[in-house]
């Protein structure tokens, strides 16, 4: 295997598929964001981004905390340290692929 | 051009700004902006037009200025919390800039801006310009920077970026002594105020209209979530 060839193999899968690698970039950079600015900026329907969702945190990249803005229900997302290092690594594998 | 590969590393570093964009999704961005603009220059009016030996010239900075950072603050915070947050999603910035490290990049813009500003000052002083070309320079950068933040991610803003360009050339081709003849200090030029006075005046004005248009567009194309679990 030559040196591309492995980059391009060591690329993080979970974060490539290219839902989950929207929902990452867009909270690489916000500190949290709630499930609804998640919905209106990647355009997916609930349940796609649910399970996404919960393949990222499966994953350890991201937290999810259930909360409340004033009597309506809120999920707030962030990404953990492990997340934010997994998508630093993987723009850098793919830089380093292309 | 960029191979399909560069395109899908571009489109990556697209969407990592896409919060930073969002948060003038509803023109609160540049409604502020253009209130701080227009809020100075009614400082800078009143000011002009009261005795020397007011009492509001001795506090008039630090009482006009807090009001308005006051204001601007709260008033796009309720804004947020209201209408932005329900229709399209809450978003809380990091805040890393301000926290750790210093922020090279502001340094740098403020420091080149008060450079130019400077050389501006120094040139207007040796008389080859007026205080209105001055002026208009401030108005161009104000318009490039305009169009590099803001333009670039809307479309129809590249027309407000051009409006101010052309307002600013207007600006330097008006007779000196239409912007009043009054300073600060002596280290200024006679019609020092008078000069920024109608630049902030015509900058706030535009930023407000194209802010009050991007907030009004925003309403019509967003319906408030329903109050339903996520």
């Known amino acids: 295997m030559n040196l591309k060839t492995r980059r391009i193999a060591e690329i993080d899968r979970v974060i490539h598929e290219p839902g989950r690698l929207m929902i990452v970039a867009l909270l690489s950079a916000v500190e949290q964001a709630d499930f609804l600015y998640l919905q209106h900026e990647t355009e997916m329907n609930k349940g796609t981004l649910s399970s996404h969702l919960s393949r990222l945190e499966e994953a350890g990249y991201v937290e999810v905390v259930k909360t409340y803005r004033g009597k309506i229900p809120q999920t707030l997302l962030s990404l953990t340290a492990e997340g934010r290092q997994a998508f630093a690594q993987y723009r850098r594998r793919m830089k380093e692929a292309l | ?230």
């Open chain 2, 1 to 230: 051009m960029n191979s399909p590969k560069e395109a899908k590393m571009d489109q990556i570093e697209k969407i990592v700004q896409r919060p930073l964009l969002y948060n003038n999704i509803d023109g609160t961005g540049e409604i502020g902006t253009g209130f701080l603009f227009l809020g100075y220059a009614l400082l800078q009016w009143i000011s002009i037009h009261l005795p020397e030996a007011s009492i509001w010239h001795q506090y008039r900075a630090f009482l006009g200025f807090a009001l308005l950072i006051t204001t601007i603050h709260f008033g796009v915070k309720a804004i947020k919390k209201h209408i932005t947050y329900p229709r399209t999603g809450y978003v809380e910035y990091r805040k890393r800039s301000r926290t750790c490290g210093v922020n090279w990049g502001g340094m740098a813009i403020g420091a080149g801006v008060g450079a130019l500003f400077g050389v501006g000052i120094a040139l207007v002083h040796r008389s080859h310009w007026g205080m209105t070309t001055l002026a208009a320079l401030f108005g161009l950068v104000l318009a490039a920077g305009y169009a590099w933040r803001i333009a670039n991610a809307v479309r129809w803003k590249w027309a407000v970026a051009a409006v101010m360009a052309i307002c600013s050339l207007v600006l330097a081709k008006l007779p000196a002594g239409l912007v009043g003849t009054h300073s600060w200090s002596t280290m200024f030029p006679d019609n020092f105020e008078g000069a920024w006075l109608l630049t902030m005046m015509l900058y706030g004005t535009i930023l407000m209209i194209s802010g009050g248009i991007s907030f009004v567009l925003y309403l019509r194309h967003t319906q408030p979530a329903s109050e339903t679990a996520e």
